[in-house]
């Protein structure tokens, strides 16, 4: 299943939704409360559409994405953001990342490839985005070649042992659950996608980004501290190890290149 957590995502919904691969079973967009025509535009698409009757933020619009993928029934789960930044041609490869076998989590780096100052990311942003990276590095140890970016492929398995109503509703829940993750000993993929920054996309100003970035120097130190067994706190607390997994887990049969599949909606 792909999920879309959306906020006044409009103008580029149809655009995302018109380039997802027909491998993917059930599209869900959960709105937070937009201002503008996003749900109508989802239904109008096909989309199975969820409400927020508040705005809960970028956090708790991911918190209900995963709640209702898992509640549908979920194996393989790709989030992605409705606002046409990174390419949703992409979600067959990460899906397959994860339901090979091979991997638990998979991540669509906007770094591999060095393709984020040619898709438009701002100077300041990729300046951060490779300062933090390499703190989270030498902190806890992953070795990605970023934790910031908002496309992802999860196993059922994984988000079932992430705590993930401890997390906060903000931007920074991105980054506690990939730590979460990483506490649960997920094997982690990476795949280079290209991304586009253009007005229509969404994005956070700098105040923002300077909390955001906060928010992970925390998450790194409470994941050191946690492993460390000197203090966990709740984001930490309740997270459970995956149990061991089979790298020969049935790989799902795709249609192929003659097999137009599902009608494209």
Known sequence: MVVLPA???ARTLEATV???PSIVDERILVDDNSRDETAAVARRLGLVVHEHERNRGYGGNQKTCYALALEHGADVVVMIHPDYQYSPLLVTAMASMVASGVYDLALGSRILGGGALRGGMPVYKYISNRALTAFQNLVMGAHLSEYHTGYRAFSRELLQS??????SEDFVFDNQMLAQAIMAGARIGEISC???YFPEASSINFRRSFIYGLGVLRTAMEYRLARWGLHRTPVFA???PL???SATAAVPSFPSAGDAGPERR
């Not at 992430?162 to 997390?167: F, G, I, Q, S, V």
């Open 238 to 240: 309740g997270t459970r």
């Open 162 to 167: 992430l705590p993930l109503e401890k997390n």
């Open 194 to 196: 290209p991304t586009k």
């Open 18 to 20: 018109r380039e997802l």
């Open 7 to 9: 906020y006044n995502a």
């Open 243 to 245: 149990p061991a997994r």
